[in-house]
């Protein structure tokens, strides 16, 4: 049996994440497809929950180096998780990844390479999406503004810095998140299907970042 694969959805706040997973899961299922989503950071565990609390209280204090691992540390508790639902031929589906932990980061002025090295050895996306819109549209969707982050200067910093991911690596995929649910869904299902195609097709090993 095939490995899945495993598929990362990144854009900045309230490009539709969630709903493009959830949408894309269901119809993955419907063609007999194994497929989790998961998010990060996943806000179940203990450093989720301290995660929650600092991006939810802006009173909250945890310094900008710590706050960095800690969602670092959020993927590595899963890193078996991950390892074992591909292996096992599921692929996942991600909301967010090693990709926002670097550029939120950075756009606060962290140094780059402090940054990625803690998602040195984590597993190797075969796929990322990002959703890409204008922060100034972003902004106007509803719930914006809730969390911390949440604010134009820090969106439009994120946005370049995910764009430059975007532009270098070849399995990274820009879609217009401006466009209708229906049509980022196409878009989003016809990749994805593909991709888990090629893994069976090829096979592929897992790699890492
Ligand atoms: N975020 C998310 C980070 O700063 N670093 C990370 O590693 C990850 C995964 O957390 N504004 C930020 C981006 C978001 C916030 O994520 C919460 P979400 O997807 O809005 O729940
Ligand atoms: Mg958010």
């Known amino acids: 049996m095939?490995?899945?694969a495993f598929i990362i959805l990144e854009g900045i706040?309230?490009?539709?994440?969630?709903?493009?997973?959830?949408?894309?899961?269901?119809?993955?299922?419907k063609l007999n497809i194994n497929a989790e989503r998961m998010a990060?950071?996943?806000?179940t565990s203990n450093t989720g929950q301290l995660?929650?609390?600092?991006?939810s209280n802006k009173d909250y204090h945890i310094n900008d180096q710590t706050i960095h691992l800690l969602f670092s540390a959020n993927r590595w508790e899963n890193?078996?998780?991950?390892?074992?639902?591909?292996?096992?031929?599921?692929?996942?589906?991600?909301d967010r990844y090693s990709y926002s932990g670097v550029a939120y980061s950075v756009a606060k002025g962290l140094d780059f390479m402090w940054c990625l090295q803690?998602?040195?050895?984590?597993?190797?996306p075969d796929l990322v999406f990002l959703l890409d819109i204008n922060p100034e549209d972003s902004r106007l969707r509803s719930g914006f503004g809730s969390e911390r982050y949440e604010n134009l200067q820090m969106q439009k910093n994120v946005s370049t810095i995910l764009r430059?991911?975007?532009?270098?690596?070849?399995?990274?995929?820009?879609?217009?998140?401006?466009?209708s649910i229906e049509d980022v869904h196409e878009i989003l299902l016809k990749h994805s299907n593909e991709i888990i195609n090629d893994i069976q097709i090829d096979k592929r090993p897992l790699t890492s970042i």
């Open 164 to 179: 430059q991911f975007a532009e270098i690596e070849n399995y990274w995929k820009i879609v217009d998140a401006s466009k």
């Open 40 to 43: 990060f950071p996943n806000r």
């Open 13 to 29: 706040d309230r490009t539709g994440k969630s709903t493009q997973s959830a949408k894309l899961i269901e119809s993955l299922r």
């Open 2 to 4: 095939s490995r899945g």
């Open 51 to 55: 995660i929650s609390k600092y991006l």
């Open 79 to 94: 890193l078996d998780f991950i390892r074992s639902k591909l292996f096992a031929g599921t692929s996942i589906i991600v």
């Open 118 to 124: 803690p998602e040195v050895g984590l597993p190797q």
